[in-house]
């Protein structure tokens, strides 16, 4: 039941969040449907789902009932008893036999019968077609029984087809929603009630969906942040990691932006929201995972394809057999017995099970890693990408300043000069005081107290730390006021993409500290990898080429691209396509977005902009380049599971049907309807097992 009622949940919340949808999505969403639809109907989305109109419950409840009344037809069965040797007849009993397998193939048979009329509605017979067409042909064939028209039923058979088949997709269904569970584990991260601030001050709960941008809400100890938002008052340390899988709790204060699902720690917070309910990151989040799902494969397409195929293939086998059998002087019953039995043969319940159950486990499988996958063509072409383009600044960078060099004068050890420095940056926010903390932070050192701390615009901070005056400014600074210093060493750090700041200690030059915008640990060994795959990796950024230069030589990347302006960046990957590379681009920014659009693989950076996200095929929830090595990994795999699927379906068919119609019957090898059941039900297994082996690689 657990099962039954996150799906609720989980549909409820779908709900919820169709509000939200954006508008540009909601077009680029159908707009993806109809590419994938080739007959364009605008009820497409019904056809195309043979399950429409059912649930797992539904399909569970369906196998369960049948199969307690396909017991006594196995018993009541003819066939059966004289299998096992036994005499069970009674008056009427075939009568019985006949209302049980009728009950068995009406309401067991429904969904598949249902399902068929939508497909031949839309003139496209696929999955569910097949099915129908071998259950109404066993049905009506043992049905003669009843007038003596026919003297073998295939009843028994008939029942346990339809329990394969109603096993088969309950199993599909459940493991499609196996896939949603990573959702249904993102919707449980949102809180369902708010405390809402009202204007007298007063608090009171209201649900989530009912906020609007604006209004105040109060979020104690311990909560989940229920929206997007900014914090008015308070203060606390803010458990991020599900959301940006940033390990360590950032601690938020005044001004500081939340984000829903957040985990709040010690402080209570005043919270300004930032835009309505089901409208905030983590819904968008959802929402990804949502079109995920539902973005239908190319190769989901040519398993339809095949069973389309093999409906034509299993009528036309079925005809020729009854001719050829008559033909060749055998009595109608016998013909049509053969006829009947490779009719329920060519129904391949394994291709139906073939994709679905490998997209459904590649989809979960990568929502576990934190890849969120858009676009399924996109992500299933990922395995003939040969280039893959970084942004630099937060993806290949941690987008924060970290110290490269410290260069005392004379008279000063590093531990000291940092003692004086970090005096007046610890009073600062500046991204190179926070740079110089960490350093001071990772040292262990305990800074001096500063006093009448100020900042010098533009130039740096002054202060008075041990009774001396120390300033910690810029070159601009030191050429102004004329005070000299080590050229050499400024220029050398500074061609090298450096940012350097200079300690003044009264009025005399002290020493140097340069900065730079630190590297991602993981961002070597996925560039590693890569070249281990053969692919070449390149750098795409704004920032001058110094700093660019720096980052490609400590990556030993391919290519560096520096100083291209946001709307250049298209053109570049174009330029890199027209050199022949399938390009996959990795940016978070909204001047990435264009780019992302233009490469053939569009992979945005989690922690990036809304547009990033909307215009990528994949999205990491992690800003962890390793990542992208993962996705073309996953989508080598994927693909290969499928393609091992599709032959393994398609060949239990191909080599089943002849069996069936007797063409090996004069060596007195015949398949017969029975073991044709057993077997299907074998490479359905198979199937399903051999998709769920992509988790264990």
């Not at 049948?66 to 009427?92: E, H, K």
């Not at 809180?191 to 604006?214: F, Y």
């Not at 409906?311 to 009947?340: E, P």
């Not at 970290?402 to 004379?410: N, S, Y």
Request: hydrophobic share 45%.
């Amino acid at each position: 039941m657990d099962d039954h009622k996150g799906h609720a949940h989980h549909s409820n919340h779908a709900d919820q969040n169709k509000g939200t949808h954006s508008m540009s999505t909601h077009q680029h969403h159908h707009q993806h449907h109809h590419h994938d639809d080739p007959s364009g109907h605008p009820d497409s989305s019904h056809r195309m789902d043979k399950h429409v109109g059912h649930h797992v419950e539904d399909f569970k409840k369906r196998f369960y009932i049948c199969l307690a009344v396909t017991i006594p037809i196995l018993i009541l069965s003819p066939m059966i008893q004289m299998f096992l040797g036994v005499d069970w007849r009674f008056p009427y009993d075939t009568v019985l036999l006949f209302l049980l397998s009728s009950f068995v193939f009406f309401y067991g048979g429904t969904p598949f019968l249902v399902g068929a009329y939508h497909e031949l509605k839309y003139k496209s017979p696929g999955m569910m077609t097949l099915i129908a067409l071998a259950i109404v042909v066993a049905y009506s064939y043992s049905s003669l029984t009843m007038f003596g028209l026919t003297e073998v039923d295939f009843f028994w058979e008939l029942a346990t087809l339809i329990d394969i088949m109603l096993l088969g997709h309950w199993l599909e269904m459940k493991s499609i929603m196996g896939a949603s569970h990573a959702l249904e584990e993102l919707v449980r991260l949102i809180p369902s009630e708010a405390h809402l601030v009202t204007e007298n001050g007063e608090t009171k709960d209201v649900s989530v969906t009912e906020l609007k941008p604006q209004q105040v809400i109060l979020i104690k100890p311990g909560e989940r942040v229920p929206v997007d938002g900014v914090i008015m008052t308070g203060q606390s340390s803010i458990d991020e990691s599900m959301l940006t899988g940033e390990s360590v709790p950032v601690v938020k204060k005044t001004g500081d932006a939340v984000i829903g699902g957040a985990i709040n720690g010690e402080g209570s917070l005043t919270v300004t929201v930032h835009n309505e309910g089901g409208a905030g990151y983590l819904s968008q989040v959802i929402k990804l995972v949502q079109e995920a799902q539902e973005s239908k494969s190319k190769a989901q397409n040519l398993s339809d394809k095949a069973a389309k195929g093999l409906f034509y293939i299993a009528l036309a086998a079925g005809l020729i057999t009854l001719i050829v059998w008559l033909a060749m002087g055998s009595s109608f019953d016998f013909a049509l017995q053969r006829m009947v039995t490779v009719m329920i043969i060519a129904c391949p319940h394994a291709l139906g099970l073939a994709i679905p159950l490998v997209i459904s486990t590649s989809t979960s499988l990568a929502a576990k890693k934190g890849l969120l996958i858009r676009n399924r063509t996109a992500f299933e072409d990922a395995r003939k990408l040969n280039a893959v383009v970084f942004d630099k600044t937060g993806t290949l960078t941690q987008g924060k300043f970290g110290i490269t060099d410290i260069l005392p004068a004379v008279g000063y050890e590093e531990t000291e000069l940092l003692k004086i420095v970090g005096a007046l940056e610890a009073q600062s926010e500046h991204p190179i005081s926070k740079g110089v903390m960490s350093e001071v932070k990772n040292r262990n050192i305990s800074v001096y107290q500063a006093e009448s701390v100020e900042n010098l615009t533009g130039k740096g901070l002054q202060g008075l730390v041990n009774g001396q005056d120390v300033k910690v400014v810029s070159p601009g600074y030191m050429e102004e006021q004329q005070i000299s210093y080590p050229s050499d060493d400024y220029e050398r750090l500074s061609s090298q993409g450096n940012t350097v700041v200079f300690a003044v200690i009264d009025g005399k030059y002290s020493g140097l500290i340069a900065l730079a915008d630190q590297i991602r640990e993981t961002a070597r060994s996925a560039i590693e990898k890569l070249k281990g795959l053969g692919i070449k990796s390149m750098m795409l950024t704004g920032d001058n080429k110094q700093a660019a230069d720096r980052v490609g030589r400590q990556l030993d990347l391919d290519e560096v691209y520096a100083e291209v302006l946001p709307h250049q960046k298209a053109d570049k990957i174009k330029e890199i396509q027209k050199e022949g590379y399938l390009v996959a681009m990795t940016g978070d920014g909204v001047n990435d977005a264009p780019a992302l659009a233009q490469a053939d693989l569009g992979i945005a950076v989690g922690a990036g902009t809304d547009v990033a996200i909307e215009t990528a095929d994949v999205v990491l929830v992690r800003s962890d380049p390793e990542d992208v090595v993962s996705i073309l990994h996953l989508s080598r795999r994927t693909y290969a599971k499928m393609v091992q699927n599709l032959w393994w379906a398609a060949g239990y068919n191909i080599a089943a049907i002849p069996l069936a119609a007797g063409v090996l019957y004069g060596p007195g090898i015949l398949l017969d309807p029975a073991l044709g059941a057993v077997l299907m039900s074998l490479s359905t297994i198979v199937v399903a097992i051999n998709a769920k082996l992509l988790k264990a690689q």
